[in-house]
């Protein structure tokens, strides 16, 4: 496996992992997903390790500046960092912008490049307890007008079947099998509303009962 240059991996982790710190739903916990998810689809095509890493890295730094298009908000920090001149070209900081800026999993359009399918991919929880972890505090965060558990979850739920594609899958740009067989799982399960809703009600109730639904509205940052 190629390794990620450690001065690089230095850079990011002392001047980009704390623009996250106070982010809940997109904090390191996500933004640590979406790199291992990234390096190793990087392995199984043969990408550069650096530019996946960054990609990852940066995705979503910019949610603070402007939730709705913070995609592009993360990919101008990214292109805006003249220390990542000392590693990539003006052609891989372009490719790795279009990448940032592709890869919601909310987009219909296919990204531009590579590099942002497979970040898009790298970045869908399948993992119900993360995604009601991400998507509840984001809902609670976003939807003020909504105030019992039922309405956040019912917007919750819609909102991940839209990912549903023609062919009645959650979807994947790329074709990589661990991917695959995750999003499979994922999908028999969630697809099972009792079963879904009780994990959401367990996130909640937590939240309620800890304190954390405030810091949630009142002190992390992200959208």
Request: glycine residues 4%.
């Amino acid at each position: 496996m190629k390794e990620v240059n450690l001065e690089l991996k230095k850079y990011i982790e002392e001047n980009i992992f704390p623009k996250y710190e106070r982010f809940y739903s997109h904090g390191m916990i996500h933004i640590n997903n979406v790199i291992k998810n990234m390096l190793m689809l990087s392995e199984y095509y043969n990408l550069d390790p650096n530019m996946a890493y960054a990609i990852a890295s940066y995705h979503d730094s910019g949610l603070n500046i402007d939730r709705e298009n913070h995609e592009y908000e993360s990919g101008r920090i990214l292109e805006n960092d003249q220390e990542l001149r000392k590693f990539f070209i003006e052609e891989q900081i372009k490719i790795m912008k279009e990448a940032v800026e592709d890869h919601r999993g909310s987009r219909k359009e296919r990204p531009r490049n590579f590099y942002g399918e497979c970040v898009s991919d790298s970045d869908r929880d399948f993992d119900i307890e993360l995604l009601a972890k991400r998507q509840t505090a984001t809902s609670l965060k976003n939807y003020p007008e909504l105030s019992t558990f039922e309405e956040h979850f019912e917007r919750c739920y819609e909102y991940i079947l839209r990912r549903i594609n023609d062919g009645g899958k959650f979807n994947l740009w790329t074709d990589n099998p661990t991917l695959i067989e995750q999003r499979d799982n994922f999908q028999k399960e969630y697809l099972d509303k009792v079963y879904t809703k009780s994990i959401y009600k367990k996130e909640w109730d937590r939240i309620s009962s800890d304190g954390t639904k405030e810091k949630i509205i009142n002190y992390y940052e992200d959208y």
